[in-house]
T-cell receptor, first 115, second 111 residues
Framework: GAVVSQHPSRVICKSGTSVKIECRSLDFQATTMFWYRQFPKQSLMLMAT?????????EQGVEKDKFLINHASLTLSTLTVTSAHPEDSSFYIC???????????FGPGTRLTVT | GDSVTQMEGPVTLSEEAFLTINCTYTATGYPSLFWYVQYPGEGLQLLLK?????DKGSNKGFEATYRKETTSFHLEKGSVQVSDSAVYFC??????????FGTGTSLTVIP
């Protein structure tokens, strides 16, 4: 149980285009979803926290107009990287909490490469 | 604020060696503690957890004990295998259920 999926697993896009990444909780209702960014050989950096039906809360330094987060249902959150640039290339990981709010379940990650 | 300090790597061990990866934390209240493992190119997988003082989490031969007196949650395994090569993250879930991660420790096990 408590499986989180992400799609796509890898994406390559051209500079200036937008990319959408989906995060789904497959077998539970996710009251809260989190989006992280991980640079090579570094730890996870929390970008934003989203609750179903409300606006995401962004961490300091994260541009909310560039990284659009939508949490429209209890099983789906999306992260859209708008007008992507090469410096946005990274590994993006989502996670979700269900009824056990102290535990997060992680998706497998999405590797974004902007050329 | 809450934070996690994790032993820096990389760590290289021979197969069947004993593993310890140190993790200490700073938190207000009573956090839950976790170890996650990340294999190359993949996301994080929960390895084990402990939710209160003196709890011992264990999985796949790995163990960690929640020590409130030393604010530690060290990861141990008695005999590592090549397949254990990965990056290990210590984490805590504190106030507001926000997660705080350590910097990760890369482990390489050589045959």
């Amino acid at each position: 149980g408590a499986v989180v999926s992400q799609h796509p697993s890898r994406v390559i896009c051209k500079s200036g285009t937008s990319v959408k990444i989906e995060c789904r909780s497959l077998d539970f209702q996710a009251t809260t979803m989190f989006w992280y960014r991980q640079f090579p050989k570094q730890s996870l950096m929390l970008m934003a926290t989203s609750n179903e039906g409300s606006k995401a809360t962004y961490e300091q330094g994260v541009e909310k107009d560039k990284f659009l987060i939508n949490h429209a249902s209890l099983t789906l959150s999306t992260l859209t990287v708008t007008s992507a640039h090469p410096e946005d290339s990274s590994f993006y990981i989502c996670s979700a909490t269900g009824s056990n709010r102290y535990e997060q379940y992680f998706g497998p990650g999405t590797r974004l490469t902007v050329t | 604020g809450d934070s996690v300090t994790q032993m820096e790597g990389p760590v290289t061990l021979s197969e069947e060696a004993f593993l310890t990866i140190n993790c200490t934390y700073t938190a207000t209240g009573y956090p839950s503690l976790f170890w996650y493992v990340q294999y190359p190119g993949e996301g994080l997988q929960l390895l084990l957890k402990a939710t209160k003082a003196d709890d011992k989490g264990s999985n796949k031969g790995f163990e960690a004990t929640y020590r409130k007196e030393t604010t530690s949650f060290h990861l141990e395994k008695g005999s590592v295998q090549v397949s254990d090569s990965a990056v290990y993250f210590c984490a805590l879930s504190g106030a507001g259920n926000q997660f705080y991660f350590g910097t990760g420790t890369s482990l390489t096990v050589i045959p």
